[in-house]
């Protein structure tokens, strides 16, 4: 059977450095065998990699790419807490918000970019509940930011 490791590094993807935080909070805490992931944004190598309000400066399709971008920050600060991205054993919710233009109604479809590669990554084990929500502005003018809850085997991470 394929470890999500395995199934990541199929996808030529690898988890990056997990975030510093951009104010005062960890990237994940965990609790027995949970862990919960604060927001992550789309950054690369530290930095941003767009702004503005998706359906206006950013277009759908590439804010499900930068909520995968996400996605990936939150699976490696999840990991971290876990002791390594295969001791996560399922991932149970994933909060996914989208600054958005007025009147744009898609954030389900924005937030896919992030789901799609979750049920990539652990395949039935990464099908998850999920909230997709419309916001006027998040931090840094980052167009997604998404956070998520799970489940990882017993024991210290």
Not at 30 to 42: E, K
Not at 59 to 82: D, F, T, V, W, Y
Not at 84 to 108: E, N
Request: aromatic share 4%; charged share 15%; proline share 8%.
């Amino acid at each position: 059977m394929t470890t999500p490791t395995g199934r990541l590094l199929a996808l030529g993807l690898e988890l990056p450095p997990v975030p510093a935080p951009q104010a005062s909070y960890v990237p994940a805490v965990r609790d027995g065998d949970w862990v919960w992931t604060a927001g992550q944004l789309p950054l690369v190598a530290g930095k941003l990699t767009e702004t503005g309000l998706v359906g206006a400066e950013v277009s759908p399709e590439r804010a499900a790419g930068l909520a995968r971008i996400c996605a990936l920050n939150a699976l490696a600060a999840a990991a971290e807490a876990a002791g390594g991205l295969d001791r996560i054993r399922r991932i149970v919710k994933v909060v996914g918000f989208v600054a958005s233009a007025p009147g744009f109604t898609g954030q389900p479809a924005v937030i896919n970019g992030a789901s799609d590669l979750i049920g990539q990554v652990f395949g039935t084990a990464g099908r998850h509940a999920r909230s997709a929500v419309g916001v006027a502005a998040l931090p840094l003018g980052s167009p997604v930011e998404l956070e998520l809850v799970a489940v990882v085997e017993p024991g210290e991470g």
